[in-house]
């Protein structure tokens, strides 16, 4: 049988906040501790990030180490898990480069989520060219390491489309009838409001990028203090209005965070009823939240007092990815028959 492989990843723009842990890291962790997969590879892209954050290196290189702490304290573990830092594996730049021939300038014009990035950029009339590819460098980092299962977020969609796309193309043209590469499938949260989780002003996705996040870093009293600015129902004035939870972020939340299902609900017809006012529903919200980020901040601060540790950890998982990215790369170059000295 086949093996069944994971990759996937986060571009070191900052710390990882909660929409990050309902799309994508809280699945990882499940199928981490399932044994079911064969193989898991998470990649901190910062070569990814360097498409928009070209000027501060020294940046992306600090989030680096903060994502990795991040990810030991959610409970991803480096002996399960393969962590690599995606610049230190030239191999992906090679498929890159390999793949750009089989995509048109259109058709990556054409992707929604670039498009919505451009514009939230301001990129409009200067886009980095290396930012406009970048999904062909997700097709590559995918492909390099036969990964059969990319779990991410909703944004994610169009790029695995792109992914699948340039496989099917790849094998058309150099696999003479044989899958030389894999396709990949998506693994999208079950739950709809984890596959995008919205900010805390309740207009965008929670974003790095657009300030509405809450960090899997932050301290107890700094947490409570962005609940208490949660956008809620600009309607609900007095408690003893009637509310609305759609839309209503703080109710969002709960949906995503709260294993009790029987009181959330209960909680919603109150609030529609009339009666439950804001403040308590954001209190419970604190509690239900203290109890996913209490112990992944306890950890996270165990390692942050070992950076040794936590580096050698990167390189030992670097190394063991690039190993495995450059067996692909020789089967990929036999198969283009551009390996001359072989
Ligand atoms: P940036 O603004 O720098 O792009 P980001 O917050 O979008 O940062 P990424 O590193 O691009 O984060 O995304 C990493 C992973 O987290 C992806 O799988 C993405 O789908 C997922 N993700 C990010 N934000 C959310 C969200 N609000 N809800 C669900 N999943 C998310
Ligand atoms: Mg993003």
Redesign the pocket.
Known sequence: MSKKIIL?G??P??KLHL??Y???LRERVRLQNSNEYDEIYIMIADAQALTDHAGTPAAVRENIFEVALDYLGVGLDPQRSTIFIQSQLPQLFELTTYYMNLVTVSRLERNPTVKAEIAQKGFETSIPAGFLCYPVSQAADITAFDATTVP?????TPMLEQTREIVRKFNDVYGGGQSILIEPDILLPSSDV????PGLDGKA?????LGNAIYLSDEADVVAQKVQTMYTDPTHIKVSDPGHVEGNVVFTYLDAFCSDTATVTEMKEHYQRGGLGDVKVKKYLIEVLEETLEPIRRRRKAYEHRPDEVMSMLRTGTTKARNKAAEVLARVKRSMKINYFD
Do not use: A, I, N, Y
């Open positions: 996937t986060d571009r723009t900052g929409g990050h309902v799309g994508s991410v977020g909703e944004d994610q984890c596959k995008r989780l996705k929670m974003s790095k990028t």
